[in-house]
C-alpha cells in the first residue's frame, strides 16, 4: 500500500514552454502534498506544500507564478513550471501524505525535466 | 526541527552490517528521529522512525542513545541494492503536517 505514482517520468522541453507533472497517491486518500526540486549532486528542496481545495504554500525563494500548484482532488495535485527556461531543469519529486495520518509521507518516483 | 550531521560517504562490504551514524545534538523531547534513503534517480524511500526506543523493522534497526542526540542506522546485512544515500532527519510528532528538511546525507556505497 500508500504507492505515489508520477508521471510523465521524464520529458523534455523547450525553452519558453510550458510542462506539467502529475503526483497521484493509488491507493489513499492525500489531504497534503508536497513537491521537492533536487539538482544534481544535491538534496532535494521543499518547493511546495499543496493542500486539497486551497491555494498552495510555497517556500521562500520559489516563484508561485512560475510553479503552478493544483490539488483539485484527494489523490491527484499537478506541478506546471510555466515558461520554462534551462535552468529549470532537475528532478521534481512528490510526495503525499494520507489523510488523518500525521507523520508519513510517501515520495513518488519523481520527474526528470530537461528543458533545451 | 533540529540539524543533523552525518558523514558525507561510507563503506561497507557486501553482507556485513553497515552502520550508519546521525548526530543530533539539539533534537528536544517531542522530536522523532526518521531515516529515508534514495537510490539513485528515484524518490527517497522512508526506513524507520523512532523517538527513544530502538526500533526495528524488515529493512532496519534503529539504536537511538539514552541522551538522544545521536542514533545510528543499522542495515544487518548489506546488499549491492542498499547502496544510496541516506538521510536522518528529525521532526516533530505532528511534523507530517510540514515537509521534510533534507541535509546533504550520507552516500552509502556497499562493496562487492
Known amino acids: 500500500g500508500a504507492v505515489v505514482s508520477q508521471h510523465p517520468s521524464w520529458v523534455i522541453c523547450k525553452s519558453g514552454t510550458s510542462v506539467k507533472i502529475e503526483c497521484r497517491s493509488l491507493?489513499?486518500?492525500?489531504?497534503?502534498m508536497f513537491w521537492y526540486r533536487q539538482f544534481p549532486k544535491q538534496s532535494l528542496m521543499l518547493m511546495a506544500t499543496?493542500?486539497?481545495?486551497?491555494?498552495?504554500?510555497?517556500e521562500q525563494g520559489v516563484e508561485k507564478d512560475k510553479f503552478l500548484i493544483n490539488h483539485a482532488s484527494l489523490t491527484l495535485s499537478t506541478l506546471t513550471v510555466t515558461s520554462a527556461h534551462p535552468e529549470d531543469s532537475s528532478f521534481y519529486i512528490c510526495?503525499?501524505?494520507?489523510?488523518?495520518?500525521?507523520?508519513?509521507?510517501?515520495f513518488g518516483p519523481g520527474t526528470r525535466l530537461t528543458v533545451t | 526541527d533540529a540539524k543533523t550531521t552525518q558523514p558525507p560517504s561510507m563503506d561497507c562490504a557486501e553482507g556485513r552490517a553497515a552502520n550508519l551514524p546521525c548526530n543530533h545534538s539539539?533534537?528536544?523531547?517531542?522530536?522523532?528521529v526518521y531515516w529515508y534513503r534514495q537510490i539513485h534517480s528515484q524518490g527517497p524511500q522512508y526506513i524507520i522512525h523512532?523517538?527513544?526506543n530502538n526500533e526495528t523493522n524488515e529493512m532496519a534497526s534503529l539504536i537511538i542513545t539514552e541522551d538522544r542526540k545521536s542514533s545510528t542506522l543499522i542495515l544487518p546485512h548489506a546488499t549491492l541494492r542498499d547502496t544510496a544515500v541516506y538521510y536522518c532527519?528529525?521532526?516533530?510528532?505532528?511534523?507530517?503536517?510540514?515537509?521534510?528538511?533534507f541535509g546533504k546525507g550520507t552516500h552509502l556505497i556497499i562493496q562487492p
Open positions: 510526495s503525499a501524505r494520507p489523510s488523518g495520518l500525521n507523520y508519513e509521507q510517501y
Open positions: 491507493d489513499f486518500q492525500a489531504t497534503t
Open positions: 499543496s493542500n486539497e481545495g486551497s491555494k498552495a504554500t510555497y
Open positions: 539539539t533534537i528536544s523531547g517531542n522530536e522523532y
Open positions: 523512532g523517538l527513544k
Open positions: 532527519i528529525v521532526r516533530h510528532s505532528g511534523g507530517g503536517a510540514d515537509g521534510l528538511t
